[in-house]
């Protein structure tokens, strides 16, 4: 690349990209003063403070002994920065036996629209360790089965539990519900 189609990155046009703000989310989740963090990754307070309010940028050195201080990679609190203002996936049809039904996933939470007859049994899901389920009853009722305690969801109940626990569904009447993985770590 020759230095007339190169292209200089200017201070805004990073401002669009990155938004390093977040810093304070993670400096909160280790209970960490700015003074602490300074001491723990070498990086002046007037620095981090200026993060903080995305009054500056961080160089590659700063970021790996932020990083260091939080237990991360530098990738990561980088990828962190970065200003998503959404991560738009499109939904797919999933088939459990004779069950169709659509479904969108993410790293920290997975949903399911299912649409079911009268008598069909929803799920005979598998467990699910690391994550809570909910189940939200759009229209319709069903029965669901945690364990041996058995509870009758109408039009607009919803229950969360364990996802670590059997449990299954079944529908009383045609039904349309609404199910959502999430994460433990992500529980609310």
């Known amino acids: 690349m020759n230095k007339k189609s190169e292209k200089k990155i200017k201070i805004k046009d990073l401002a669009s990209i990155y938004d390093f703000s977040i810093l304070r989310e993670f400096r909160k989740r280790k209970s960490y003063t700015i003074t602490e963090l300074s001491k723990n990754s070498g990086v002046p307070v007037s620095t981090i403070s200026k993060l903080e309010r995305n009054k500056c ?7 790996v002994r932020l990083s260091s201080s939080f237990g ?8 962190a920065a970065e200003r998503k203002y959404s991560d ?3 939904a797919y049809i999933k088939k459990k036996g004779k069950l169709k ?14 649409e079911a007859k009268k008598g069909e049994e929803i799920f005979r899901p598998e467990i699910h360790r690391d994550d809570y ?8 009722k069903i029965k669901l089965f945690i364990g ?41």
């Open 148 to 188: 041996r305690v058995e509870e009758v969801l109408t039009n607009g109940d919803c229950a969360q539990f364990d996802a670590s626990l059997e449990h299954s569904y079944k529908a009383f009447e045609s039904s349309e519900i609404l199910i959502v993985h999430l994460a433990k770590e992500k529980k609310y």
């Open 101 to 114: 039904y659509e479904e969108v996933s993410y790293p920290n939470i997975r949903v399911a629209i299912i």
């Open 88 to 90: 738009r996936k499109r």
């Open 133 to 140: 389920e909910l189940c939200w009853v759009r229209k319709g």
């Open 72 to 79: 991360i990679e530098a990738s990561e609190l980088l990828r």
């Open 57 to 63: 940028f961080a160089e590659l050195t700063t970021l």
